[in-house]
């Protein structure tokens, strides 16, 4: 255990060196900042849409699911970009500089070291991305006075899909440069929620192959059914047209994952925990 708690401690005074959390930091504010902005224009503009048929759409759970699915995207998006920044370079990028060889000797060993980097990296990420998930959803109660169907299973989903990702980047690391690996990690990324997207599309249009390539995909890159798992969640008790419109938007979902898909994710991380340890181990440095 002390070993890992030393391997972690190095991983972060390295970030700190390179400006890592600086970055995140700067980009954080931002978003936060113009979500404020946003959300307080969107229900303010949106509060006399629907007078006089108030029964037809709730303008007020409209709004707040519609920006609050955006942040939820944003959210998990600034917590991707963070945990692969933290593991981009754990093998290769950190040999090619000379940084890891002394870390490998005995009696710490290789696969100490590669746990120990995801689960550092795990932990920093899901922390940050609770508490942008819960400073946006207090910014979103604060202009609209709107809160999600479900609080807490959206949240645990990000940190679900952060720690899919960690994994993966660190596999990469074993074989790919440090740009490499992060350019492959981030198009795996945006490949994982185009699928998704392509799903709601599919779904609306009752069109099985589309569903068909979102299902697969949410096996292959778990980290996608659980987003999309959260924001089904958001709204998975609002009914009426309301809720019909919502499930067809850019950040909705006509329905949750399957209920496999959590002990699915457990089981996937571990796979490729498992393939990067083993690949790990094979690596001449």
């Known amino acids: 255990m002390s070993s890992a708690l030393v391997v972690v401690g190095y991983a972060l005074r390295e970030s700190l060196r390179r400006r890592v959390f600086l970055v995140v930091l700067v980009l954080t504010a931002g978003f936060l900042g113009l979500y404020w902005l946003g959300a307080r224009e969107a229900f303010d503009d949106t509060s006399g849409f629907a007078t006089g048929v108030e029964n037809v759409v709730d303008t007020r759970a409209f709004t707040g699911a519609t920006i609050f699915g955006m942040a939820m995207f944003a959210t998990l998006f600034l917590g991707i970009v963070l945990v692969i920044f933290l593991t981009l370079s754990v093998v290769r990028g950190d040999a090619e500089r000379g ?153 909705g979902v006509a329905n949750g994952a399957s209920n496999a898909i959590v002990p699915w994710t457990l089981v996937y991380v571990g796979l490729v925990l498992g393939a990067a340890v083993w690949a790990f181990g094979r690596r001449d440095l």
């Open 99 to 251: 940084l890891l060889q002394p870390l490998v000797v005995r009696p710490l060993g290789r696969s100490t070291l590669l746990l120990a980097r995801w689960g550092g990296a795990t932990a920093v990420s899901s922390l940050y991305v609770l508490v942008v998930y819960f400073a946006a959803l207090l910014i979103t109660k604060s202009a609209g006075d709107w809160t999600p169907d479900h609080v807490v299973g959206p949240a645990l989903a990000l940190t679900g899909g952060v720690a899919a990702v960690a994994a993966l980047s660190l596999l990469g690391s074993v074989y790919l440069s440090t740009t490499a690996n992060g350019i492959a990690i981030f198009m795996l990324f945006g490949a994982g929620l185009t699928a998704g997207l392509l799903g709601s599309i599919g779904n609306a249009l009752e069109n099985d192959t589309l569903e068909d390539v979102a299902a697969v995909a949410s096996w292959a890159l778990p980290f996608e059914a659980l987003y999309q798992a959260g924001l089904h969640a958001l709204i998975s008790e609002t009914t009426g047209l309301t809720g019909v419109i919502l499930q067809l938007g850019p950040f």
